[in-house]
């Protein structure tokens, strides 16, 4: 059974950068795509960033793209997401999840991840 849990979240003025990580647990961690989403307060869970198994490709939200860089090390079972020039409207609970269910390179829809972190809350003041 795999299990993801998220850190790195807090306070940060606006400009200024965080380093997201999601620690896993199970052997067949670097198998699988992961991929970070954004939840903000009444709003759907979106995605923000996709990194397949081997961590060679990678896919972002337009709206983090050059901003926010996806990384894993599968030999410590973590996934990073550095962010960057952090804006206002980027606050919100931020979730890492693991795709497993279907043979994809870089899932970008919610159902097609399989197990979920608890999320770390990033607010941004301006």
């Known amino acids: 059974q795999v299990q993801l849990v998220e850190s790195g979240g807090g306070l940060v003025q606006a400009g200024g950068s965080l380093r997201l990580s999601c620690a896993a647990s199970g052997p067949t961690f670097g198998s699988y795509p992961m991929g970070w989403f954004q939840q903000a307060p009444g709003k759907e869970r979106e995605f923000v960033a996709v990194?397949?198994?081997?961590?060679?490709?990678?896919y972002y939200a337009d709206s983090v793209k050059g901003r926010f860089t996806i990384s894993r090390d599968n030999s410590k079972n973590t996934i990073y997401l550095q962010m960057n020039s952090l804006k206002p409207e980027d606050t919100a609970v931020y979730y890492c999840a693991v795709a497993r269910k279907f043979s994809l390179l870089l899932p970008r829809a919610r159902d097609e991840y399989d197990t979920w972190g608890q999320g770390t809350q990033v607010t941004v003041s301006s």
């Open positions: 990194i397949n198994y081997g961590g060679g490709s990678t």
